[in-house]
């Protein structure tokens, strides 16, 4: 039974012999206690006042009393206002670490009496450029989420939805056409999305130009905008991809090829992989049997133009078009469309959760209205994990105009910065070649992972690249070189890890109490980053883990200890430590080297 649980159910009876009154046990709460004072889990007391009839210090001072007379785990208590502030025995610290199992994890989840199949959609990339900073931090979310949720038992189908047809992909096909001269991925010595993304630019630039022209002859910029012939053009081809012309889309399909090998090569890099791919070039029409079935069923209503809409003003939205006078279907009509398919393809999946920036919030309040309005009954566990859009210290990026900060190239300026870092501290004297090479990678990409996920998602952040690498900050790196000194201390030793479930009969030192408190918390850490869809839970425990450990490693013997069993004792603290390390960091997509 977990301590809290066992607090509570004394506490109801505390109650009950103090006051002659029941108050449920479940209904008692319990937090950590304020640093400033003694103590390790505090109860607040004014829910009972009125049982007391007591003030809160008098209340606080019976119930108090009452757990210290009646509790072994309650070695003391003090009161502060309607504060009573436990002090758990170390008795029971020792025999809580002394009966721990494996660490909880994506691989080794917690119990879970309810566990569901979720659909969880990430990244969501253009193919008409390569992934970018907002999309890693998409990519790292979405994954982060799905390692969380498996570690608390549920099922993850990991989709993606890529936006493959539209505007944006013929203005790269067509300056393709016009300034290519037949270049390929392999002519080029380019990765087949940077390819595609140069001709983007390329077509922005040319674009700008005739608009420039056009200004000059006397059109306002709007009319330039329109009767520019590149964008004309553009507009024609699309026009021939949805009649499905064959050249256009022998072009379509031969660009997107190089793109999604590109693709590839990145979400590699980073570590990620999905179950099911949905693309738009298949999905953009599945919405408009919905909303044809929407009007029969009087749910939505047909303008005299034609085009149909949806009313949610009722729900404190505005009326929503869903199909065009013309015919044609909106944005929102397709996400409609994939939400059925994806539970057609997915009849067990109870939830779905679309990682998307928080300039979609209001997309996302209107599609699940509308899902809910159609009667599915798995709209109200439909859910928009938002986040705050990233930005660099030179400002915001702009994919036309080439100055966004590409996915692979981060990645190489993050494993450069790891490699110019690590050798000037001389961490890695005794690694060679290829094996330094796997390191770099490694402390690289733990930097980049930690820095982004250790920020809560629903904030905007600032992302440096030089801060994100340091020894001994708030880093991946950091809590890296924690778990390598874990395993050094194992090496220097020659020491075996001490098998689970050996009772220790030890006095333990302050700070081996705050690191086994530390422990005890994970699984409920683990709970928290799931109910809130929220990584930044974990990264920010394992930092305050890593650095107990640090505290524990610099005051306390391990090695040299003559007392065997404190020494054993202090070992198995290590390891543990070390596990629950790699197990966090394993949640957030992030590799612990053993040695650094």
């Not at 002659?20 to 640093?35: H, S, V």
């Not at 990430?122 to 979310?141: A, F």
């Not at 940077?194 to 420039?212: C, I, M, P, S």
């Not at 494993?415 to 004297?429: F, H, M, S, V």
């Amino acid at each position: 039974m977990k301590l809290e649980d066992v607090l509570s159910a004394r506490t109801a009876e505390g109650i009950k012999a103090l006051y002659g009154q029941d108050f449920p046990a479940e209904k008692i709460a319990f937090q950590k206690t304020n640093q400033e004072f003694e103590g390790d889990i505090t109860l607040v007391v004014f829910p009972f006042l009125k049982l007391s009839k007591k003030g809160p210090e008098q209340t606080a001072g019976d119930i108090g009393e009452f757990l210290k007379s009646n509790c072994p785990e309650v070695a003391a208590y003090n009161v502060v206002k309607g504060f009573l502030n436990l002090v758990i025995a170390d008795r029971f610290w020792v025999d809580y670490f002394s009966a721990l199992g494996p660490a909880p994890g994506a691989a080794r989840p917690l119990k879970n009496e309810k566990p569901e199949t979720i659909l969880l959609e990430y990244c969501g990339p253009n193919t008409n450029k390569p992934l970018h900073l907002g999309h890693v931090r998409n990519i790292l979310l979405g994954w982060s989420v799905i390692r969380i949720l498996e570690a608390n038992g549920h099922k993850i189908i990991k989709a993606n939805i890529v936006n493959d047809r539209g505007v944006h992909i013929c203005k790269s096909m067509l300056a393709w056409q016009k300034w290519g001269h037949g270049e390929s991925p392999r002519s080029a010595g380019m990765k087949g999305d940077h390819l595609v993304g140069k001709y983007y630019v390329e077509f922005d630039k040319h674009y700008k130009a005739e608009v420039a022209d056009l200004e000059a002859s006397g059109l306002s910029r709007e009319e330039a905008e329109k009767k520019a012939p590149l964008i004309q053009e553009v507009q024609e081809m699309l026009r021939k991809w949805e009649a499905g012309d064959t050249a256009v889309l022998d072009l379509w399909n031969r660009m997107n090829g190089w793109v999604y090998e590109g693709f590839e090569e990145t979400y590699k890099a980073l570590g990620v992989s999905f179950d099911k791919v949905y693309y738009e070039s298949q999905t953009y029409k599945l919405g408009k049997k919905v909303v044809e079935e929407g009007v029969q069923k009087n749910i939505f209503h047909k303008r005299a133009d034609n085009s149909i809409v949806v009313d949610l003003k009722a729900e404190k939205l505005d009326e929503k078009v869903l199909l065009r006078s013309d015919g044609t279907s909106v944005y929102i009509t397709q996400d409609i469309g994939t939400a059925v398919e994806r539970v057609k393809d997915f009849p067990d999946v109870r939830r779905m959760i679309y990682t998307v920036g928080n300039e979609q919030e209001y997309h996302f309040k209107v599609l699940f209205k509308i899902l809910k309005k159609l009667g599915y009954e798995w709209a109200d566990n439909c859910y928009h994990l938002s986040y705050g859009m990233v930005e660099l210290p030179e400002g915001k990026m702009k994919s036309r105009e080439g100055t966004v900060v590409d996915a692979d190239d981060l990645i190489n300026e993050m494993i450069d910065t790891a490699r110019e870092t690590t050798e000037a501290l001389g961490k890695i004297e005794d690694f060679e070649g290829e094996e330094a090479e796997k390191l770099y990678r490694m402390i690289g990409l733990a930097a980049l992972k930690y820095f982004i996920l250790k920020v809560d998602p629903k904030k905007k952040m600032l992302f440096n690249p030089k801060e994100s690498i340091d020894f001994n900050g708030n880093t991946g790196p950091f809590i890296q070189y924690t778990y390598a000194r874990i395993q050094s201390v194992f090496r220097k030793g020659k020491a075996e890890v001490p098998p689970y479930g050996v009772p220790y009969r030890v006095a333990v030192h302050p700070q081996e109490k705050e690191l086994i408190k530390r422990i005890y918390d994970y699984p409920a850490v683990i709970a928290q980053a799931a109910r809130e869809y929220n990584p930044s839970v974990i990264a920010n425990y394992v930092y305050e883990l890593a650095k107990d450990y640090n505290l524990f490693y610099h005051d306390i013997t391990i090695l040299k200890e003559q007392d065997e069993q404190l020494k054993k004792f202090r070992l198995a603290l290590s390891a543990r430590t070390g596990e629950i390390i790699r197990s966090a960091m394993d949640l957030l997509g992030i590799t612990v080297p053993e040695r650094m």
